[in-house]
């Protein structure tokens, strides 16, 4: 019974990974907190209202929409290839384990094949007594 590796990926697969990994990382959160800041910052204070991207920021919630459209079919994605090693892993697991009973069991019968010595010895032994 051999072991199988875990799954190899590809290389988008492996980018979404990246991506989801990075998507859900504190560094992402402080950045794009600090990007919409200096965005809503460069658009109402340093251009008084006349800024290239007015009050209510159309422009900044198109790129908000694009990127959270963009963003889940990646993450999506990266949940799949988890569960393919989840499932994997799982698999490598329960064969792992049934080869280890199946060798419980091998010596648990040589256990009792000596059990069953040990006592026949015994009992020679004190009939020879």
């Known amino acids: 019974?051999?072991?199988?590796?875990?799954?190899?990926?590809?290389?988008?697969?492996?980018?979404?990974?990246?991506?989801?990994?990075?998507?859900?990382?504190?560094?992402?959160?402080?950045?794009?907190?600090?990007?919409?800041?200096?965005?809503?910052?460069?658009?109402?204070?340093?251009?008084?209202?006349?800024?290239?991207?007015?009050?209510?920021f159309i422009l900044l919630n198109l790129i908000l929409s694009c990127i959270a459209a963009l963003q889940a079919p990646v993450i999506m994605m990266s949940q799949n290839r988890q569960e393919d090693r989840d499932r994997q892993r799982s698999k490598n697991d329960y064969e792992i384990n049934m080869k280890a009973e199946k060798e419980i069991k091998q010596l648990h019968k040589k256990f009792d094949i000596m059990m069953k010595q040990h006592n026949e010895i015994l009992e020679m032994l004190k009939r020879d007594k």
């Open 1 to 56: 019974m051999s072991i199988k590796p875990v799954i190899t990926s590809t290389f988008g697969e492996r980018l979404s990974d990246k991506i989801a990994d990075f998507g859900g990382s504190w560094t992402f959160i402080l950045s794009f907190l600090t990007f919409i800041l200096f965005w809503i910052l460069l658009n109402v204070i340093w251009f008084f209202n006349n800024g290239f991207d007015p009050y209510p």
